[in-house]
């Protein structure tokens, strides 16, 4: 039977293969990701796709003589192997050799974490089959319409080298999201999540969510666009927080750019509207050199942010595709920057140590003692949003990002919610808007490209800026 992805003997022998291709001199280096997904998608209650695929994706990067250059393919034959070196050979001659290259290691430390389960890669199409079922089956006991996708996948990842560094790592993925609508389309409910382990997705809760989303948001009215108190349920702060931690970068700090540079003379975060923030820094000059922000107070005290491999609710593959290790880390604690990531040259030529800090995408976000319930409660008027879509950085100096509300927007009077609302654009910061908690929930796994738990916030004075035409 063909493998579905690289064993690890498959990627042992890969390495073998690639070294007797090379010729030359110099050392070689290789990562692999090799995936199989099996993928079913419906739409109106009815499969509309299904499909299982493999697909490797095979780094090569060779060094010689203190210069260094990769290439890639997604074949593992001989004759690609050697064309994909070759590639790489040809782009070193055009790199300037750097003769404080640190030398390829010949081991790594990694942390050690379990990304695999057996249930989740049992899951073939006649099984992905008989769950979209059972999945549709209330949608259509109400007369609504189910939408959906469900993605398993299984990798194989690897990082190895000439030099004696082998590490291999199979981990398993089951992503499942569910979008629920009415016959007329005038109300839309969503709701997703991902995990290693299948078994600890509730699809059925997963979808029951959705359907009443949908049902509660039907006929919609519109409201003035402003300022309001939100709940921002655990999917939208993962989203709105996910940019803020792609953005945990330190060098560019230290040379007085981006959102972590200590620019003293700047800001009040806690008192200034965004909307002045951003207008302030896409204006003033970047300066080169200064400091970091790390010690100082940057986001609400109630707030964490962390990552680790070993995670036991957000585990993750615990190597770089440089091969370089993930490290257990505190990013923000209680409202402190603790920690900016940094590539391992930096650490050597500016902080005098040996090891970077890579910053894989995945984290943890602490949580508090309220449900969305009693934050609604305690809500004179406000706005209950189920998740941001299409968020991306407009000002990258302030984090200050748009995008748009989407499937579920209710209108929160007197401590109860009132009526569905039209979806909103917004135009804020993850800095500002995680300054101006009111409350915080239990945290829970959200659905995002790397594993990220979020829990619900209430914040005030969030930024809606126009109406959105759709539901």
């Excluded at 806690?270 to 080169?288: D, F, H, V």
């Excluded at 100096?397 to 917004?426: M, V």
Aim: hydrophobic share 35%; glycine share 8%.
């Amino acid at each position: 039977m063909t493998e579905r992805f690289l064993s690890q003997d498959a990627c042992r022998d890969l390495l073998q293969r690639v070294i007797r291709l090379s010729t030359g001199g110099g050392e070689v280096q290789i990562s692999v990701r090799s995936r199989w997904t099996g993928n079913l998608r419906w739409a109106r209650n009815e499969s509309t796709s299904s499909g299982d695929t493999t697909a490797h994706n095979i780094n090569i990067t060779r060094f010689i003589r203190g210069a260094s250059a990769s290439a890639s393919t997604n074949q593992i034959d001989d004759e690609s192997l050697r064309a994909c070196i070759r590639r790489a050979e040809l782009r070193i001659l055009y790199r300037t050799p750097d003769p404080d290259a640190p030398p390829l290691r010949s081991a790594e430390t990694y942390i050690k974490t379990n990304l695999w389960n057996d249930e989740t890669f049992g899951l073939d199409a006649d099984a992905r089959a008989g769950i979209q079922q059972k999945i549709v089956e209330p949608a259509v006991a109400e007369q609504l319409f189910s939408f959906g996708y469900l993605e398993i996948t299984a990798v194989g990842n690897g990082v190895m080298n000439s030099a004696g560094l082998f590490a291999y790592l199979p981990q398993t993925r089951a992503e499942f999201s569910v979008t629920v609508r009415n016959p007329k389309a005038t109300g839309s409910g969503w709701a997703g999540t991902e995990n290693n382990d299948w078994r600890k997705i509730d699809a059925e809760k997963v979808t029951a969510r959705a359907i009443e989303k949908c049902k509660s948001s039907a006929n919609p009215v519109a409201i003035e666009p402003g300022r309001y108190t939100v709940i921002l349920e655990p999917q939208a702060v993962g989203d709105l927080m996910e940019p803020l931690v792609r953005s945990l970068i330190r060098p560019p700090a230290e040379m007085g750019q981006g959102p972590w540079a200590d620019r003293a003379d700047e800001i009040e975060e806690q008192t200034n509207p965004m909307s002045e923030i951003a207008s302030t820094l896409s204006t003033r000059p970047t300066q080169g050199g200064g400091s970091s922000r790390i010690g100082k107070r940057v986001l609400d005290a109630r707030i964490t942010i962390s990552a680790d491999p070993a995670d036991p609710d957000a585990p993750f593959v615990p190597f770089a595709f440089d091969t370089l290790p993930y490290r257990a880390v505190k990013w923000i604690e209680a409202g402190v920057l603790k920690e900016l990531s940094y590539p391992r040259q930096y650490a050597l030529s500016t902080l005098n140590r040996s090891d970077p800090l890579n910053n894989s995408g995945a984290f943890r976000m602490t949580g508090g003692p309220t449900s969305v319930d009693e934050m609604i409660a305690a809500t004179g008027r406000g706005i209950l949003i189920t998740r941001l879509t299409n968020v991306h950085t407009i000002i990258a100096e302030s984090l200050f990002c748009g995008g748009t509300t989407s499937d579920g927007l209710w209108l929160i009077e007197h401590g109860k919610i009132s009526r569905p609302l039209k979806n909103f654009r917004f135009r804020e910061s993850p800095l500002f808007a995680f300054n101006n908690i009111e409350a915080i929930g239990a945290p829970e796994r959200v659905l995002l490209d790397m594993p990220s738990i979020c829990p619900p916030i209430k914040a005030r004075d969030f930024s809606l800026t126009s109406l959105a035409d759709a539901i």
